[in-house]
């Protein structure tokens, strides 16, 4: 039966490979010659495939032996790679631990961090994977990473999100649009421009179309305020006024746009009904191109395809935009009216605790990671 088999015979089999004969394999692994014969036989007997072709003087790999010699060492490789963390878990000095991420926090959170990391613990190793946030979450709900970076995403179950900074949301236009002059940017004033975006499977589009402003047509009839409100309302109280106001002048500005009245106007109308109307406006951004990497949204946005809303840092990240260059061929302002920002944070499952190593690792982060020099204005959690 195969399941007689053990790493034992993998090991025998690529030695005998290697030296090309039993009594070297046997020397080199420090065994009899009459183990190794044995060993060999069996495995051939088991698989019933004939490994090696022999002579009185030389041992070579058959065309099936040739075959499973590369699976064979690898094999070998992942068990002695699985011994030594398990060792280095156990000593809490080293192992390998899995991290994925967002692009931004992979090029400018964790470079800095790392470098001080490997000098203090030289056996670990690392794997980085960039992926949205969307990935990201999946990633560690299914246990393909022992933690994650990156922006919220939907509630997946098992799964903790920890703040651990946030960046301000801004338009990225070119030089020359009307936009760069500007210090802010409200969000009425993106209803009537050619936008670019990034797809659903992106935090920012997800953080968008959460908190209002991503997703919808605005000429879709309003939503119905709630009993609740309405009855406030017409108690008097301010704040569902308020509430019930805005959305009044954004049926009106909406219907305006039904009819085809200028966008100037229906702009104005959302900027002095508040930031639901503005919002709600901005509901109507559809991207002329949707795509999934910010590199390639910078691109469109460089060739005047059209503008697009990022979080501070990934604009900078993806366009090389920093404070300092201000011939840069794009330009990032800031968004206002409401002023919104993009959380990211820390992901990890409720039911898995990570190995000493990755505790060390993300302790350092979120020690390091604020005193880190970043072309954008971060609040640290």
């Keep these: 039966m195969l399941s007689s088999l053990n790493i034992r015979h ?28 044995a060993t060999i036989r069996q495995f051939e007997d088991v698989t019933g495939a004939a490994l090696f072709d022999r002579t009185t003087r030389h041992v ?89 970076i990156a922006g919220e995403w939907q509630d997946l179950p098992d799964i903790r999100f920890s703040p651990l900074f946030s960046d301000r949301f801004g338009v990225l236009c070119r030089a020359d649009h009307e936009f760069a002059q500007q210090s802010e940017i409200a969000w009425a004033d993106l209803f009537d421009q050619p936008f670019v975006g990034l797809g659903p499977e992106s935090g920012t589009r997800a953080m968008m179309a959460d908190q209002g402003f991503g997703g919808a047509v605005p000429n879709v009839p309003a939503t119905p305020m709630s009993a609740a409100v309405t009855q406030a309302a017409a108690l008097g109280v301010g704040a569902a006024k308020a509430v019930v106001g805005s959305a009044a002048k954004l049926d009106r500005a909406m219907a305006k746009v039904a009819r085809g009245d200028k966008a100037e106007h ?16 901005v509901a109507g951004l ?93 609040e640290w959690a």
């Excluded at 931004?104 to 794997?127: C, K, M, N, Q, Y």
């Excluded at 009904?273 to 503005?278: E, N």
């Excluded at 999934?292 to 366009?319: D, F, H, Q, W, Y």
Aim: aromatic share 4%.
């Design 10 to 37: 993998m090991r025998v089999f690529v030695a005998v490979a290697e030296q090309g004969s039993f009594s070297a394999a046997a020397a080199a692994l420090g065994l009899g010659s009459p183990a190794i014969t």
């Design 266 to 281: 229906v702009k104005d109308t959302a900027k002095t009904s508040g930031d639901l109307a503005a919002l709600g406006l």
């Design 286 to 378: 559809r991207p002329v191109v949707e795509t999934s990497n910010t590199v390639t949204l910078a691109a469109m946005v460089a060739e005047g395809v059209g503008i697009t809303v990022l979080p501070e840092l990934a604009a900078r990240i993806a366009t090389g935009v920093s404070d300092q260059n201000a011939d840069a061929k794009l330009t990032f302002v800031p968004l206002c009216q409401p002023v919104r920002h993009r959380p990211i944070g820390v992901i990890t499952r409720d039911s898995k605790s990570l190995s000493p190593i990755a505790r060390i690792f993300l302790a350092m982060v979120m020690e390091q990671a604020p005193k880190l020099d970043l072309p954008a204005a971060i």
């Design 60 to 148: 070579s790999l058959t065309v099936t032996g040739e075959r499973f010699l590369p699976i064979a060492r690898r094999l070998l490789g992942d068990f002695e790679e699985a011994l030594g963390d398990l060792d280095a878990l156990s000593k809490g000095i080293g192992g390998k631990i899995r991290i994925a991420a967002a692009p931004s926090v992979l090029t400018r959170i964790l470079p800095g961090v790392i470098r001080h990391f490997v000098a203090e613990h030289p056996d670990a190793r690392l794997r980085l994977d960039e992926m949205n946030a969307g990935e990201v979450h999946e990633a560690v709900a299914n246990n393909e990473a022992d933690f994650g």
